[in-house]
């Protein structure tokens, strides 16, 4: 059976590929499980630590051409894995739980609300930091400055402070 973790881990990355990488355009019509069966792979890749962005770009470029023989722009694409990359951090960070994550349009800035382990609720804004180094590019989340928030009774309160007091998702 697998752990907590992983089946929400699952879930968030069913959201990713439903809201962000959407190459068939359901939006909000359509079943809820249409990419489902792209989750298992993804999950492990999202875990894996030495997957970086163009790892999991190619991944969702193989599905879109083998699988559902499209071939579409690598925008979206590009969002999507750096929303992955977000769930990952938030995954790996032990924070609480991730109840929500959302990503800029262009994926550079992501911002999760956690549920804390004394079921409180906060949120924490990162932003996308990547280099070359010997070994190649990678990629990780640094802090976007603002610190974490306050603690929050409801996610309600965390979401709303977090939308008042963040300019990308008030634009967005």
């Not at 890749?45 to 770009?57: A, K, N, P, R, S």
């Not at 924070?95 to 990503?103: A, C, I, N, P, T």
């Not at 070994?135 to 603690?151: I, K």
Request: with cysteine; net charge negative.
């Amino acid at each position: 059976m697998p752990d907590a973790g992983a089946v929400g881990l699952a879930t968030h990355v069913g959201r990713v590929l439903r809201r962000i990488w959407d190459p068939i355009d359901l939006g909000g019509w359509g079943p809820e499980d249409e990419y489902d069966s792209y989750v298992p792979g993804l999950v492990a890749l999202t875990c894996d630590h030495v997957v970086f962005e163009e790892v999991l770009i190619a991944h969702l470029g193989r599905i879109e051409v083998e699988q559902m023989c499209m071939s579409l722009t690598p925008a979206k694409r590009t969002r999507a894995a750096r929303a992955l990359l977000g769930l990952r951090h938030a995954h790996m960070q032990g924070f609480g739980r991730l109840v929500e994550q959302w990503s800029s349009l262009d994926g550079l800035r992501c911002l999760w609300v956690i549920e804390t382990r004394d079921g409180l609720y906060a949120y924490e804004e990162g932003i996308l930091q990547h280099e070359d180094d010997e070994n190649g590019r990678y990629s990780w989340w640094a802090d976007a400055g603002l610190g974490r928030s306050g603690l929050f009774d409801t996610v309600e309160a965390a979401e709303r402070e977090a939308h008042a007091v963040t300019g990308w998702l008030r634009e967005g």
